[in-house]
């Protein structure tokens, strides 16, 4: 069986979520750019930031899979979706649209809580993270997650939680991907 992590990453946190991973598991790893034929592949275990609710190279990654793979979607964004059941489906639905129909069969989601460094955005993902801050603030929006999007605001780095890579681990050996 040949397996792969692939990320996508603008800022970087998919990129070292992924390397953490791959460190844990032996898997080799590839930025999404740069992977040419992933048609050898049975299990593709795809790391990607969200933006606008699709995760970054996800569309063009899975073009490259043969039919009958397995894929395994890790998201990661600075909300996490797991608080949030609504908006933990609407990633999955948008992300569901950018794949081919025989991927879904075996398609496996999970969701890592990502960081930002607001400061250092590019002006546009900046503009529009000022938009959803200024959004949280004046309607006073409470919960954890409006919490570290509103310290991100503020220039406060969240840093990633590894261990969170635990349950992607478990499945991995669950599935026979990788040995207990």
Known sequence: M?????????????????????QLTGIYLADYKEVKD??????????????????????????????????????????????????????????????????????????????MDYPNLKRFDRAVMSFVFRMLKKQNIQGPDAKRMIAASEGKVAELDYSSLEKIINYLKEMKIIKQ
Do not use: C, Q, W
């Open 38 to 115: 992933l048609k050898v592949y049975d299990n593709v275990i795809y790391l990607g930031g969200i933006y606008a609710s699709k995760v970054r190279g996800l569309k063009k990654t899975s073009k490259k899979m043969k039919d009958d793979a397995r894929l395994i979607l890790v998201t990661v964004s600075l909300g996490n979706p797991n608080t949030n059941k609504s908006i933990k489906e609407n990633i999955r639905t948008a992300n569901k649209k950018l794949l081919k129909k025989p991927l879904l069969d075996k398609l496996k989601f999970f969701h890592l809580v990502g960081s």
């Open 2 to 22: 040949k397996n792969l992590i692939v990320y996508g990453s603008k800022y970087g946190s998919s990129k070292k979520y992924a390397e953490r991973l791959s």
